[in-house]
């Protein structure tokens, strides 16, 4: 199975939230290259969420009903 990107976000904690709430519904999630991006931050640029391809229309559908911009920017750093 292939990985795609699901959504991007702007530090760890995010995406952790983000992973979570996924694992929740049955979706497994990896956060791409988390180490590097918890050393060099911002750096960096933004942290993917990755979500097998066969997941990845679900995971956007969940995300984008459970998750909104305003809520995130309540658990950014």
């Not at 292939?2 to 995010?14: G, K």
């Not at 979706?27 to 391809?53: Q, R, S």
């Not at 459970?66 to 309540?74: F, I």
């Amino acid at each position: 199975m292939a990985l795609a990107v699901v959504e991007t976000y702007a530090d760890t904690m995010q995406a952790h939230i983000a992973k979570g709430l996924l694992e929740t519904h049955g979706i497994e999630a990896t956060i791409l290259h988390e180490g590097f991006h918890n050393t060099y931050g911002a750096a960096v640029g933004e942290i993917p969420l990755m979500v097998d391809e066969e997941n990845l229309i679900r995971a956007k559908e969940i995300l984008g009903k459970e998750l909104d911009n305003d809520s995130m920017e309540t658990f950014s750093a």
